[in-house]
């Protein structure tokens, strides 16, 4: 049997829980100006300990022969201080090259600063080692390279994707390797940071992609596809033109015309007219349409104006933008096409209009 | 003495440039956006102009662009500071006008004398 809950009960309840719930909400709010605060307590601190130190770390960086004094004083800035100054110093080496480069560098070096950076990548905090990451990779240096292609490994996310930026910007052939097996472990890393590395590195990243193109799993080959193009190295279009005329997977072949289209590799050029035909599936034939306009292959013209008016409104669409980047024939094309009558003629009227709005955004002012 | 206008929205760049053109005997002026620079290089008509190119409220290309428009400020020779990934907007500058560029990561030293180079050109 239920036993009734008297109303009064119920009230003295309500009353508790609202005035349980009040508390909560001020402590909440408390703690979040207290917060608010202090952070912007802190700020204005590390400002100030940067402002007093920050003049000397910009004559040491634009100054003609480095100045010892200035070193000295740098040297001498007390721990608390350097704390604050030491993210705006390694900022610094983003910014200058030569002897101002150098000199920062020497700099961090004395205040040893790079050697707890290689310390701290074997430290228990991700912060630390993501930190120390990211200073290795500003600085360079020896075993610099060998300490952040151990962090690819790292059990942290955030502190590999650090170390893959820290190696995109050393672009030292010798983490290109691996890079590339960043792609193929399980779990991977982050796509599109090892690509941008992998393009920072160049020509040297190639052999180890090349050893890649035969991996079983799909995924691979494609990204293996995608990042030959964005390396850009012409010796290995014949390699995705293979890719691109027998690989089993569509999403392999279509990264491969892609590459292609972005090589610019004349060689590649039918291979991609082929990848347009109509047996081909959807997906594969917009990025070959696109690809041939980014070839800029005046026997693709013809090609590029017959899919203007294939019934399939994006091949149709992208074959005229293609046509619009090639110039003079194909914009020429684009004009007889638009002449006429029919969804050909209003693609063709519309890649116009667009390219001719394109180029006057260029000259004239926003 | 050879006045040359600076323009950089990133404090640590502009402040290193300015630090490197008064050690080198050059009044400078400073701005920190492209519209301040644009009316400081009118006010001031300084010798020679050195933007970066991405800057808020105008860009260098922008300004580089106004200064060649009006023919008081037309003969200012510009200098244009890009990052490395923004080197087709060189194409852009050149097209206004602009005398020569540096790309970031920069030289100090560089700067100083592709500054010294161009004012001998403007000058011939």
Redesign the interface.
Known sequence: MISPVSPSVDRDLLIVAAVCLAVVLVALALAVLVGRWWLRVTDARRARLVASA?PWL??L????DEDPVVVERLVAVDPRTWRALEP?TV???????????TAVVGLLERRGSVERAMRGVHRRSAVVRARSAHLLGAVGGPGTTAQLVRLLGDRDLEVRAVAVRALGRLADPMSATALVHGLLRTPPLPHHLVMAALRQIGPAAVPPLLAAVDRADDLVRAQVAEALGLVGAVATAPVLVVMLRIDHSTEVRLRAARALGRIGAPVSVDDVIAATSAREPLALRVTAAEALGALGARRAVPVLADLVGDPVHWVAHTAAASLAAIRPDGVAALTRLAGRSGSAARHAQEALVAANAKRLL?TV?P | MTTVLVADDDADVRDVVVFKLEQSGYDVLVAEDGATALAMARDAMPDIAVLDVMMPRMTGLDVCRELRAAEATAAIPVILLTARAQESDVEGGFDWGADDYLTKPFSPRELVSRVRAVLARSRR
Do not use: C, I, N, S
Request: aromatic residues 0%; hydrophobic residues 50%; positive net charge.
């Open positions: 920050r910009v004559q960086v634009a100054g003609d705006v900022a610094m080496l983003g910014k200058v090259r030569g002897e101002a480069r260029a002012r």
